[in-house]
């Protein structure tokens, strides 16, 4: 991988208060983040949770009901050459199938006042320096991916937005494309990502930002959202009914996940082994559980609606893990799926953006 020396970036990636109603959907609900340069940031959240409408809104596509999405103070619609400052590549493809790689990125080069000579950097910065000239209705998901990408960093930007980057990339691909978004964020660029390949994600970023129903779980750095979760421990034992029992004299829940094994959340090694020890409980195993990434998005994004009656959430309703991050007050409303209506079509993005 080999990429011209980027400008240190600058730009700061504020959303405050941001909302976006469509009809009597509340897509975005009161967001509150915060993006800043030479980090990887994951923004993460399950289908529904109002990650691409922010995005939009981000970008200038769409219009917020209320709260704002700026760039260092602006508005995306107010920077003097956006092409140059924030590069974007969002879910849809806009490629003419019959249209060479080299032109497609030719024309959106004269478009955007950009020396033809960038076209060949970009095309070699993500691989394809060999398939310029191929059309692009032969490639594959994989290699429009990588166009895209070259596309955005076009103006050699000191913004990179990417929504779903991964889609279509190989083992190898997903491993470039890793050490790319590191290689630029180390430039000093912004770079914000969105994602649902959890594992990835964990090898990737720097920090996080985690959405559910269009409301805020957490923020920070993922270190901290992981350290302060606190996963219990795993237990495996022949008396595992009398260990529950134990246990339970002492105010702490077992949930059995086998015949002869359970596991005991918010305990330490050093308040449990000798609890059991001082029962003479026989042990098999007892071992931390490993807290990752994919453990701690599914407390934080569990639905967690009230229930009908205005109370507590309903039976099943996963709780955040004790200390993690900033999860937003008031969570909880209306159901996860939206849809713009249909009669609705969307704006077509600003050159640079796919």
Same mark, same amino acid.
Not at 71 to 76: P, T
Not at 98 to 122: K, Q, W, Y
């Given at each position: 991988?080999?990429?011209?020396?980027?400008?240190?970036?600058?730009?700061?990636?504020?959303? +405050?208060?941001?909302? +976006?109603? %469509?009809?009597?959907?509340?897509?975005?609900?009161?967001?509150? &983040?915060? *993006?800043?340069?030479?980090?990887?940031?994951?923004?993460?959240?399950?289908?529904?949770?109002? +990650?691409?409408?922010?995005?939009?809104?981000?970008?200038?596509?769409?219009?917020?009901?209320?709260?704002?999405?700026?760039?260092?103070?602006?508005?995306?619609?107010?920077?003097?050459?956006?092409?140059? #400052?924030?590069?974007?590549?969002?879910?849809?493809?806009? &490629?003419?199938?019959?249209?060479?790689?080299?032109?497609?990125?030719?024309? !959106?080069?004269? @478009?955007?006042?950009?020396? %033809?000579?960038? *076209?060949?950097?970009?095309?070699?910065? =993500?691989?394809?320096?060999?398939? /310029?000239?191929?059309? =692009?209705?032969? %490639?594959?998901?994989?290699?429009? #991916?990588?166009?895209?990408?070259?596309?955005?960093?076009?103006?050699?930007?000191?913004?990179?937005?990417?929504?779903? $980057?991964?889609?279509?990339?190989?083992? #190898?691909?997903?491993?470039?494309?890793?050490?790319?978004?590191?290689?630029?964020?180390? #430039?000093?660029?912004? !770079?914000?990502?969105?994602?649902?390949?959890?594992?990835?994600?964990?090898?990737?970023?720097?920090? =996080?930002?985690?959405?559910?129903?269009?409301?805020?779980?957490?923020? /920070?750095?993922?270190?901290?959202?992981?350290?302060?979760?606190?996963?219990?421990?795993?237990?495996?034992?022949?008396?595992?009914?009398?260990?529950?029992?134990?246990? /339970?004299?002492?105010?702490?829940?077992?949930?059995?996940?086998?015949?002869?094994?359970? %596991?005991?959340?918010? =305990?330490?090694?050093?308040?449990?082994?000798?609890?059991? @020890?001082?029962?003479?409980?026989?042990?098999?195993?007892?071992?931390?559980?490993?807290?990752?990434?994919?453990?701690? &998005?599914?407390?934080?994004?569990? $639905?967690?609606?009230?229930?009908?009656?205005? /109370?507590?959430?309903?039976?099943?309703?996963?709780?955040?893990?004790?200390?993690?991050?900033?999860?937003?007050?008031?969570?909880?409303? $209306?159901?996860?799926?939206?849809?713009?209506?249909?009669?609705?079509?969307?704006?077509?993005?600003?050159?640079?953006?796919?």
């Amino acid at each position: 991988m080999t990429a011209a020396p980027g400008p240190t970036g600058d730009t700061v990636l504020e959303i +405050k208060g941001l909302t +976006k109603r %469509f009809g009597s959907v509340e897509a975005v609900r009161g967001l509150d &983040f915060t *993006v800043v340069p030479g980090r990887v940031t994951g923004f993460l959240g399950p289908n529904g949770a109002g +990650k691409t409408t922010t995005l939009r809104i981000l970008l200038g596509l769409v219009a917020p009901t209320s709260g704002t999405a700026t760039l260092s103070g602006r508005r995306y619609a107010e920077l003097d050459d956006p092409v140059r #400052q924030v590069g974007a590549v969002l879910e849809a493809t806009s &490629f003419h199938p019959a249209r060479r790689a080299r032109d497609h990125l030719r024309m !959106v080069a004269l @478009a955007s006042g950009i020396p %033809f000579t960038r *076209v060949d950097e970009v095309l070699e910065l =993500v691989g394809l320096h060999g398939d /310029g000239r191929r059309r =692009v209705g032969g %490639f594959s998901l994989g290699m429009r #991916q990588r166009l895209q990408l070259a596309t955005a960093m076009l103006g050699d930007p000191g913004v990179l937005i990417l929504d779903e $980057p991964t889609n279509g990339l190989d083992p #190898q691909g997903i491993a470039w494309l890793r050490d790319l978004l590191r290689h630029l964020a180390g #430039q000093g660029r912004t !770079v914000l990502v969105s994602s649902h390949l959890l594992a990835e994600v964990a090898q990737t970023v720097d920090d =996080v930002v985690i959405v559910s129903e269009g409301q805020l779980r957490a923020s /920070g750095p993922l270190s901290e959202l992981t350290e302060q979760a606190h996963p219990g421990m795993r237990v495996r034992s022949p008396e595992l009914d009398r260990l529950i029992s134990v246990t /339970g004299s002492a105010g702490m829940t077992v949930r059995r996940t086998a015949a002869d094994t359970g %596991f005991i959340d918010n =305990v330490t090694p050093e308040v449990l082994g000798p609890l059991l @020890a001082a029962n003479q409980v026989v042990l098999y195993e007892l071992a931390p559980e490993v807290t990752d990434l994919e453990s701690v &998005f599914l407390a934080l994004t569990a $639905p967690r609606g009230p229930a009908p009656d205005g /109370g507590a959430p309903p039976p099943g309703a996963m709780a955040p893990p004790p200390g993690a991050m900033a999860p937003a007050a008031g969570v909880g409303g $209306p159901p996860t799926g939206w849809a713009p209506p249909p009669s609705a079509p969307p704006p077509s993005a600003p050159p640079g953006v796919l």
